[in-house]
């Protein structure tokens, strides 16, 4: 699996919620963008699926500071299709949907 590379700080501000931003762009080929937002530092990971739940990547699961981080999500190795991110930080669940086209 995958683990990407998360930067930091498009914003200085800390944000007051958790947030998962669709990614950008979308659809993609190869490579996309996904923006989120941490109100606390805790454990964070962000994970790519399938629409029949197959887990394919790993891009974030490691502890982050509060703030807006982003992590870049290479897709040349799969199919053409719509999959899932999902993110998960403490009670926060997010999942969207995002389209790679070849």
Do not use: C
């Not at 629409?51 to 981080?69: I, S």
């Not at 053409?80 to 993110?87: E, N």
């Amino acid at each position: 699996f995958f683990v990407g590379t998360v930067t930091s700080a498009w914003n200085t501000d800390t944000p007051r919620n958790f947030e998962l931003a669709q990614n950008y762009p979308n659809p993609f080929n190869p490579a996309t963008n996904i923006r989120f937002a941490l109100p606390e530092t805790g454990h964070v990971t962000i994970e790519v699926f399938t629409l029949l739940g197959q887990r394919v990547a790993t891009l974030v699961n490691d502890k982050l500071e509060a703030g807006h981080h982003f992590v870049t999500f290479d897709g040349s190795h799969l199919a053409s299709g719509i999959y899932t991110y999902r993110m998960q930080a403490g009670n926060y669940v997010q999942t969207r949907k995002f389209s790679l086209v070849k």
